[in-house]
C-alpha cells in the first residue's frame, strides 16, 4: 500500500513568488492535514481538509491556503513568499476526520526554500 | 501561542538501556495524546497514543505514561536500539479534528 505522496521534495522560490504544493493522500484516507516544520517553531497545524471541506485552520496568515479535491488529493500554496516561509510542508491523512486516534501517516515532506 | 513541550532537550542512551522521554502539555482539554518518531529526512511516524481517561498504554517496547494532574506526558522505551535515534515528539489532539498540537522534540541518541 503506497504511503503519502508529496511532490515536490524540494524546491527553491524567490521572494515575492507564490508556491504550490501537493499531496496524494493513501488509498481510502479522506482527511488531509498540512503542518510546517521550521528549526524555531517546530511543527505547527496549518490545515484540515475532509470531504473537500477546510475543517480546521492553524493560525497563519491568509497567504496560505488549501484545497481538497474529490480523489481525496491535496494542494497547498503559499502567496507572496517570504524567507520565514522557509520550511519543510508536510502533509498527513487519516481514514476518517473524526479520527478517535492519534494517528496520522505523513507524507516526507515538501521542502521550500526561499531566498 | 499553542504548545506542548517547549524544551528540545537531547537524551543520549547506550544501546540496550531504556529510555525516558518526557513531555510537557498546555491544553487540559485534549483528549488524545500522542507520540510521534522522526528520522533525518523522513516525516513524523506514529509510536503510540493514549486516551485522556487512561494513565498507561504499553507497545512493542514502549510504554506511553499520562499524568494529568500535572499535564506530564512520557515515552518509555525498553532495551534502546541504534535504529531508535531520532527526534521524539509529543502532540496532543482535542476532540473529532486531525489537529495536533506538537511539543518541539526530543533528540534521542542512542550510542552503540
Known amino acids: 500500500k503506497a504511503g503519502v505522496t508529496q511532490t515536490p521534495r524540494y524546491l527553491i522560490k524567490t521572494r515575492g513568488q507564490q508556491v504550490t504544493l501537493s499531496c496524494s493522500p493513501i488509498s481510502g484516507h479522506r482527511s488531509v492535514s498540512w503542518y510546517q516544520q521550521t528549526p524555531g517553531q517546530g511543527l505547527q497545524f496549518l490545515f484540515e481538509?475532509?470531504?473537500?471541506?477546510?475543517?480546521n485552520k492553524g493560525n497563519f496568515p491568509g497567504r496560505f491556503s488549501g484545497r481538497q479535491f474529490s480523489n481525496s488529493r491535496s494542494e497547498m500554496n503559499v502567496s507572496t513568499l517570504e524567507l520565514g516561509d522557509s520550511a519543510l510542508y508536510l502533509c498527513a491523512s487519516s481514514i476518517t476526520g473524526q479520527a478517535n486516534t492519534g494517528e496520522l501517516f505523513f507524507g516526507e515532506g515538501s521542502r521550500l526554500t526561499v531566498l | 501561542g499553542e504548545s506542548v513541550g517547549l524544551h528540545l532537550p537531547t537524551l543520549s542512551v547506550q544501546e540496550g538501556d531504556n529510555s525516558i522521554i518526557n513531555c510537557a502539555y498546555s491544553n487540559s482539554a485534549s483528549d488524545y495524546f500522542i507520540w510521534y518518531k522522526q528520522e533525518s529526512g523522513k516525516g513524523p511516524q506514529f509510536i503510540i497514543d493514549?486516551?485522556?481517561?487512561?494513565d498507561k498504554r504499553q507497545g512493542q517496547r514502549v510504554t506511553v505514561l499520562l499524568n494529568k494532574t500535572v499535564k506530564h506526558l512520557s515515552l518509555q522505551i525498553a532495551a534502546t536500539q541504534p535504529g531508535d535515534s531520532a527526534v521524539y515528539f509529543c502532540a496532543e489532539k482535542e476532540g473529532a479534528t486531525n489537529k495536533l498540537i506538537f511539543g518541539t522534540g526530543t533528540l534521542l541518541a542512542v550510542q552503540p
Open positions: 481538509y475532509f470531504s473537500e471541506t477546510q475543517r
Open positions: 493514549i486516551r485522556s481517561n487512561m
